[in-house]
Protein backbone atom coordinates (compact mmCIF):
# COMPACT_ATOMS: atom_id res chain seq x y z
CA UNK A 1 0.00 0.00 0.00
CA UNK A 2 0.62 3.82 -1.02
CA UNK A 3 1.98 5.48 2.93
CA UNK A 4 2.15 9.24 3.23
CA UNK A 5 3.18 9.56 6.94
CA UNK A 6 2.81 13.05 8.31
CA UNK A 7 4.67 12.91 11.84
CA UNK A 8 2.24 14.44 13.94
CA UNK A 9 -1.56 14.30 14.17
CA UNK A 10 -1.99 17.30 16.57
CA UNK A 11 -0.24 19.88 17.78
CA UNK A 12 0.00 22.56 20.45
CA UNK A 13 2.71 25.13 19.90
CA UNK A 14 3.17 28.52 21.43
CA UNK A 15 2.81 32.03 19.41
CA UNK A 16 6.22 32.83 18.25
CA UNK A 17 7.91 29.12 18.35
CA UNK A 18 9.63 27.85 15.49
CA UNK A 19 7.32 24.41 14.05
CA UNK A 20 8.32 21.76 12.15
CA UNK A 21 5.81 19.37 10.20
CA UNK A 22 7.19 16.50 8.34
CA UNK A 23 5.59 14.18 5.86
CA UNK A 24 7.36 11.30 4.65
CA UNK A 25 6.67 9.16 1.32
CA UNK A 26 7.60 5.93 0.32
CA UNK A 27 6.07 5.90 -2.92
CA UNK A 28 9.38 7.37 -5.09
CA UNK A 29 7.04 10.42 -6.17
CA UNK A 30 8.45 13.19 -7.69
CA UNK A 31 6.14 15.49 -6.58
CA UNK A 32 5.03 16.98 -2.86
CA UNK A 33 2.81 19.11 -1.55
CA UNK A 34 1.32 21.08 1.75
CA UNK A 35 -1.94 21.89 2.14
CA UNK A 36 -3.73 24.12 4.41
CA UNK A 37 -7.54 23.18 5.20
CA UNK A 38 -9.97 26.12 7.07
CA UNK A 39 -13.27 25.24 6.81
CA UNK A 40 -15.06 27.05 3.97
CA UNK A 41 -12.01 27.52 2.55
CA UNK A 42 -11.67 24.36 0.91
CA UNK A 43 -7.39 23.04 0.18
CA UNK A 44 -5.52 25.76 -0.28
CA UNK A 45 -1.91 25.39 -1.29
CA UNK A 46 1.28 26.73 0.70
CA UNK A 47 4.24 24.81 -1.26
CA UNK A 48 4.90 22.11 -3.26
CA UNK A 49 8.27 20.33 -4.70
CA UNK A 50 8.90 19.05 -8.02
CA UNK A 51 12.25 17.46 -7.47
CA UNK A 52 14.95 17.28 -4.60
CA UNK A 53 15.84 20.71 -3.63
CA UNK A 54 13.73 22.44 -5.64
CA UNK A 55 9.96 24.66 -3.94
CA UNK A 56 7.95 26.54 -5.88
CA UNK A 57 5.31 29.20 -3.79
CA UNK A 58 1.51 28.08 -3.97
CA UNK A 59 -1.61 29.94 -2.95
CA UNK A 60 -0.24 30.90 0.65
CA UNK A 61 2.99 30.95 1.22
CA UNK A 62 3.75 33.98 3.62
CA UNK A 63 5.11 33.00 7.41
CA UNK A 64 5.66 29.36 5.83
CA UNK A 65 8.99 27.99 4.51
CA UNK A 66 9.59 24.28 3.24
CA UNK A 67 12.78 21.61 3.29
CA UNK A 68 12.89 18.99 0.58
CA UNK A 69 16.93 17.49 0.78
CA UNK A 70 15.75 13.82 0.15
CA UNK A 71 13.35 12.80 -2.42
CA UNK A 72 10.93 10.81 0.22
CA UNK A 73 10.71 13.83 2.48
CA UNK A 74 9.33 17.53 2.62
CA UNK A 75 9.54 19.74 5.48
CA UNK A 76 6.54 22.37 6.33
CA UNK A 77 8.39 24.92 8.93
CA UNK A 78 6.61 27.91 10.49
CA UNK A 79 9.02 30.32 11.19
CA UNK A 80 7.63 31.94 14.01
CA UNK A 81 4.00 30.67 14.88
CA UNK A 82 0.87 33.10 15.02
CA UNK A 83 -2.37 32.07 16.21
CA UNK A 84 -3.71 32.79 12.84
CA UNK A 85 -2.05 29.58 11.52
CA UNK A 86 -4.03 27.11 13.40
CA UNK A 87 -5.52 24.69 10.92
CA UNK A 88 -5.30 21.51 9.71
CA UNK A 89 -1.85 20.80 7.63
CA UNK A 90 -2.48 18.28 4.85
CA UNK A 91 0.71 16.39 2.67
CA UNK A 92 0.35 14.76 -0.21
CA UNK A 93 2.71 13.46 -2.98
CA UNK A 94 2.67 12.93 -6.59
CA UNK A 95 3.60 11.42 -9.65
CA UNK A 96 4.53 14.16 -12.78
CA UNK A 97 1.04 13.98 -13.87
CA UNK A 98 -1.40 12.07 -11.68
CA UNK A 99 -3.58 12.59 -8.20
CA UNK A 100 -2.18 13.34 -4.99
CA UNK A 101 -1.66 10.91 -2.23
CA UNK A 102 -2.67 12.04 1.09
CA UNK A 103 -1.06 11.83 4.80
CA UNK A 104 -3.39 11.75 7.41
CA UNK A 105 -3.06 15.34 8.17
CA UNK A 106 -1.34 17.24 10.77
CA UNK A 107 -3.98 19.48 13.29
CA UNK A 108 -2.13 22.46 14.58
CA UNK A 109 -3.50 24.91 17.30
CA UNK A 110 -1.35 27.95 17.99
CA UNK A 111 -2.48 29.30 21.31
CA UNK B 1 -7.15 32.07 -13.32
CA UNK B 2 -7.90 28.37 -13.10
CA UNK B 3 -9.86 27.28 -10.86
CA UNK B 4 -12.55 24.46 -9.55
CA UNK B 5 -16.17 25.51 -8.74
CA UNK B 6 -18.42 23.26 -6.28
CA UNK B 7 -21.41 25.24 -6.30
CA UNK B 8 -23.04 23.52 -3.53
CA UNK B 9 -21.68 23.60 0.22
CA UNK B 10 -23.70 21.18 1.05
CA UNK B 11 -25.84 18.01 -0.64
CA UNK B 12 -28.72 16.20 1.85
CA UNK B 13 -30.65 13.01 0.09
CA UNK B 14 -32.05 10.38 1.72
CA UNK B 15 -30.78 6.61 1.77
CA UNK B 16 -31.52 4.89 -1.25
CA UNK B 17 -31.58 7.69 -3.12
CA UNK B 18 -29.16 8.91 -6.51
CA UNK B 19 -26.90 11.46 -5.48
CA UNK B 20 -25.01 13.97 -7.40
CA UNK B 21 -22.23 16.26 -6.23
CA UNK B 22 -21.40 18.94 -8.91
CA UNK B 23 -17.97 20.47 -10.27
CA UNK B 24 -17.34 23.15 -12.67
CA UNK B 25 -13.94 23.86 -13.84
CA UNK B 26 -11.63 26.40 -15.85
CA UNK B 27 -8.15 25.09 -16.72
CA UNK B 28 -6.57 25.09 -19.93
CA UNK B 29 -6.00 22.23 -22.13
CA UNK B 30 -6.58 18.80 -21.59
CA UNK B 31 -6.52 18.58 -17.40
CA UNK B 32 -6.89 15.39 -15.66
CA UNK B 33 -9.57 15.52 -13.24
CA UNK B 34 -10.17 14.01 -9.42
CA UNK B 35 -12.34 13.38 -6.54
CA UNK B 36 -11.86 13.07 -3.23
CA UNK B 37 -13.12 11.94 -0.07
CA UNK B 38 -12.74 12.97 3.50
CA UNK B 39 -14.49 11.21 6.58
CA UNK B 40 -13.55 14.12 10.21
CA UNK B 41 -10.44 14.42 11.28
CA UNK B 42 -8.78 12.07 8.22
CA UNK B 43 -6.78 13.34 5.17
CA UNK B 44 -8.54 12.57 1.45
CA UNK B 45 -8.82 9.67 0.35
CA UNK B 46 -8.95 9.37 -3.51
CA UNK B 47 -12.20 7.88 -5.12
CA UNK B 48 -11.70 8.35 -8.89
CA UNK B 49 -9.75 9.86 -11.74
CA UNK B 50 -10.68 10.86 -15.56
CA UNK B 51 -7.67 10.90 -17.66
CA UNK B 52 -8.65 10.54 -21.11
CA UNK B 53 -11.21 8.02 -22.97
CA UNK B 54 -14.84 6.98 -21.59
CA UNK B 55 -16.69 9.74 -20.08
CA UNK B 56 -18.03 7.91 -17.52
CA UNK B 57 -15.51 7.05 -14.84
CA UNK B 58 -16.42 4.04 -12.11
CA UNK B 59 -14.49 4.56 -8.35
CA UNK B 60 -14.49 3.63 -5.08
CA UNK B 61 -17.67 2.49 -3.03
CA UNK B 62 -19.49 2.61 -6.02
CA UNK B 63 -19.07 5.78 -7.20
CA UNK B 64 -18.81 7.54 -10.45
CA UNK B 65 -18.21 10.60 -12.15
CA UNK B 66 -19.20 11.70 -15.87
CA UNK B 67 -16.73 14.11 -17.25
CA UNK B 68 -18.46 16.55 -20.20
CA UNK B 69 -15.95 18.80 -21.85
CA UNK B 70 -18.39 20.92 -23.52
CA UNK B 71 -19.92 21.94 -19.89
CA UNK B 72 -16.34 21.65 -18.00
CA UNK B 73 -18.09 19.95 -15.55
CA UNK B 74 -16.94 16.79 -13.76
CA UNK B 75 -19.91 15.66 -11.65
CA UNK B 76 -19.55 12.60 -8.72
CA UNK B 77 -22.44 10.43 -9.25
CA UNK B 78 -24.04 7.21 -7.28
CA UNK B 79 -27.45 5.71 -8.03
CA UNK B 80 -28.07 4.52 -4.64
CA UNK B 81 -26.74 6.81 -2.03
CA UNK B 82 -25.62 5.27 1.78
CA UNK B 83 -25.40 6.66 5.28
CA UNK B 84 -22.02 5.80 5.65
CA UNK B 85 -21.33 7.99 1.96
CA UNK B 86 -22.01 11.10 4.45
CA UNK B 87 -18.38 13.26 4.37
CA UNK B 88 -16.55 15.66 2.57
CA UNK B 89 -16.25 15.62 -1.02
CA UNK B 90 -13.65 17.60 -2.88
CA UNK B 91 -12.80 17.85 -6.56
CA UNK B 92 -9.57 18.54 -7.85
CA UNK B 93 -8.07 19.08 -11.40
CA UNK B 94 -4.22 18.56 -12.25
CA UNK B 95 -3.76 21.36 -15.66
CA UNK B 96 -1.08 18.38 -16.61
CA UNK B 97 1.96 21.04 -17.14
CA UNK B 98 5.25 19.80 -15.50
CA UNK B 99 5.54 21.58 -12.08
CA UNK B 100 1.82 22.62 -11.37
CA UNK B 101 0.25 21.25 -8.57
CA UNK B 102 -3.89 20.09 -7.83
CA UNK B 103 -6.35 22.59 -8.05
CA UNK B 104 -9.03 21.49 -5.32
CA UNK B 105 -13.03 22.91 -4.83
CA UNK B 106 -14.10 23.95 -1.51
CA UNK B 107 -15.79 20.86 -0.85
CA UNK B 108 -18.96 19.73 -0.50
CA UNK B 109 -20.83 18.19 2.58
CA UNK B 110 -22.68 15.03 1.46
CA UNK B 111 -24.86 14.19 4.38
CA UNK B 112 -27.45 10.44 3.46
CA UNK B 113 -30.47 10.62 6.11
CA UNK B 114 -32.00 7.25 7.20
Known amino acids: DVKVTQSSRYLVKRTGEKVFLECVQD?????MFWYRQDPGLGLRLIYFSYDVKMKEKGDIPEGYSVSREKKERFSLILESASTNQTSMYLC??????????FGQGTRLTVV | AQSVAQPEDQVNVAEGNPLTVKCTYSVSGNPYLFWYVQYPNRGLQFLLKYITGDNLVKGSYGFEAEFNKSQTSFHLKKPSALVSDSALYFCAVSPNQAGTALIFGKGTTLSVSS
Open chain 1, 92 to 101: ASSLAFGGAF
Open chain 1, 27 to 31: MDHEN
